[in-house]
T-cell receptor, first 114, second 112 residues
Framework: GQQLNQSPQSMFIQEGEDVSMNCTSS?????WLWYKQDPGEGPVLLIA?????ELTSNGRLTAQFGITRKDSFLNISASIPSDVGIYFC??????????????FGKGTKLSVKP | NAGVTQTPKFRILKIGQSMTLQCTQD?????MYWYRQDPGMGLKLIYY???????DKGEVPNGYNVSRSTTEDFPLRLELAAPSQTSVYFC???????????FGPGTRLTVL
């Protein structure tokens, strides 16, 4: 089945540093979503993007919907220890038989050095 | 408002046993989903439902069954558990008109 290419797979950063991760696909999506998963919990939605080129912020998080509709980026500024977790991108198509279903990336595991 | 709840939180099965993973949402969402998450992997869709009485296969449906007799409940059934079904299972739901899927806390299943 199709899966998004998410990178990096993991990263260690110093507290206060900025973080960037991205997701790419061979096909286009109508919506890009970014989720965060804490240990032992289900994913929680961080940011949803609905238009190509859209740039959306949620506190220290900023995400962009790529112009080609085949990629998306998530940036975290001034990281803090509670940013630790796994970040997933997900793409959604609003057409076809699986309308509304999400395709997930494999995740980026973020670890912060205190 | 509890959101999406899943039971049990943990379970160990022997090969060939059967069990039902429960999922309930109290948000009156029409769409419900079952995913599995293997270590180091993203979530893969097992089954989904667009409303009571309607279910459809996702990417990895083999070895599972679902039913949707009510809007609130979407149980996932494993008939003959296999080691390959060792995973963390997440249930999710969403409204018709929004893109946000709300996830439950997950069920960690081990098949030995």
């Amino acid at each position: 089945g199709q899966q998004l290419n998410q990178s990096p797979q993991s990263m260690f950063i110093q507290e206060g540093e900025d973080v960037s991760m991205n997701c790419t696909s061979s096909s286009i999506f109508n919506t890009w979503l970014w989720y965060k998963q804490d240990p032992g919990e289900g994913p929680v939605l961080l940011i949803a993007l609905y238009k190509a080129g859209e740039l959306t912020s949620n506190g220290r998080l900023t995400a962009q919907f790529g112009i080609t509709r085949k990629d998306s980026f998530l940036n975290i500024s001034a990281s803090i220890p509670s940013d630790v977790g796994i970040y997933f991108c997900a793409g959604q198509r609003n057409y076809g038989g699986s309308q509304g279903n999400l395709i997930f990336g494999k995740g980026t595991k973020l670890s912060v050095k205190p | 408002n509890a959101g999406v709840t899943q039971t049990p939180k943990f379970r160990i099965l022997k090969i060939g046993q059967s069990m039902t993973l429960q999922c309930t949402q109290d948000m009156n969402h029409n769409y419900m989903y079952w995913y599995r998450q293997d270590p180091g992997m993203g979530l893969k869709l097992i089954y989904y439902s667009v409303g009571a009485g309607i279910t459809d296969k996702g990417e990895v449906p083999n070895g599972y069954n679902v039913s949707r007799s009510t809007t609130e409940d979407f149980p996932l059934r494993l008939e003959l558990a296999a080691p390959s079904q060792t995973s963390v299972y997440f249930c999710a739901s969403r409204k018709d008109s929004t893109d946000t899927q709300y996830f439950g806390p997950g069920t960690r299943l081990t098949v030995l």
